[in-house]
């Protein structure tokens, strides 16, 4: 039964997604608690560990390809930048509501999370066009 659950790729998307919003929020959560850098700056980093994280569990396990392909690489370097300014721009509009640094964090990731993932889903990831042969 766990095999035919882990055999769907919406599955291993979803855990992938969950796993590298760990590693982001983590890091992000920890660089604030233990330094001195802006919330933005964690922001920031945090993101970017979850996405090296992400991109490279997507290719190996969610859709199983053998190396990292170029074009999705750049597809996906551009819904991180989308995905990035979305999050950045949430966290520096909650930010002025004087919400917890947690809570900015959380609500930010959220909105860019459903960024992420529309644009992984139809534009990153999407399967191949079936041949018209």
């Given at each position: 039964m766990i095999q035919?659950?882990?055999?769907s790729s919406l599955v291993r998307f979803g855990l992938v997604a969950v796993a590298g919003l760990c590693v982001d929020l983590g890091t992000a959560w920890a660089l604030r608690s233990l330094t001195t850098i802006p919330?933005?700056?964690?922001?920031?980093?945090?993101?970017?560990?979850?996405?090296?994280?992400?991109?490279?569990l997507h290719e190996r396990w969610t859709f199983g390809t053998k190396a990292a392909?170029?074009?999705?690489?750049?597809?996906?370097?551009?819904?991180?930048?989308?995905?990035?300014?979305?999050?950045?721009?949430?966290?520096?509009?909650?930010?002025r509501y004087g919400l917890p640094d947690l809570g900015v964090l959380i609500l930010a990731t959220g909105v860019s999370f459903i960024v992420n993932y529309v644009l992984s889903r139809f534009l990153v990831f999407r399967p191949a066009p079936e041949s018209l042969l």
């Open positions: 035919r659950l882990f055999a919330l933005t700056l964690a922001a920031f980093l945090g993101f970017v560990a979850g996405a090296i994280f992400n991109y490279l392909s170029a074009k999705r690489g750049s597809l996906y370097l551009l819904a991180l930048l989308a995905t990035l300014a979305t999050r950045l721009g949430a966290v520096a509009l909650l930010e």
